[in-house]
């Protein structure tokens, strides 16, 4: 997500945050219309069933390493790349090629200093909510039917 982004839109990531109920994306736009986020879904997604591979590799140092972003971490570093599309420093845990996210699904976004936050899910969690989300609007739908 951050690093498409940025390649397709240039929109660098402030923060991201992810817990077992919510993840959040914070990006350097001031504002995101509903086509913009549909657009930035919709390449997200692309990418995902691209399959790209994800590759771990530990490195003496990120001094020369073509990093998405800068890290201050000295001494041995653990870069995580997908395919040539993102190169970052990180020691979470990963898939094994993108496809194995399955889909990516954004969510409500609100500005939040000069930024944009977007809530976001993935995987079996993005299909559970798309369903809920299904079934509210039908029940909506069937209070206001005439």
Not at 3 to 30: K, N, R
Not at 123 to 141: I, K, P
């Amino acid at each position: 997500l951050s690093a498409v982004a940025e390649e397709c839109f240039g929109w660098g990531t402030v923060s991201v945050h992810m817990s077992p109920e919510t993840a959040t994306v914070e990006l350097a736009v001031p504002d995101l219309s509903a086509a913009r986020i549909a657009a930035l879904e919709e390449e997200c997604n692309r990418r995902i069933q691209q399959n790209l591979p994800v590759r771990m590799a530990m490195y003496d140092s990120a001094e020369g390493l073509p990093l998405r972003k800068a890290t201050q971490r000295t001494g041995p570093i653990r870069v995580v790349s997908i395919g040539d599309l993102d190169h970052s420093a990180c020691g979470g845990t990963h898939v094994r090629a993108t496809g194995e996210v399955g889909l990516l699904v954004l969510g409500r976004a609100e500005k939040i200093r000069k930024n944009t936050r977007i809530e976001f899910t993935c995987g079996l969690r993005a299909v559970r909510q798309c369903r809920q989300h299904t079934d509210w609007l039908s029940e909506v739908a069937a209070v206001f039917q005439t």
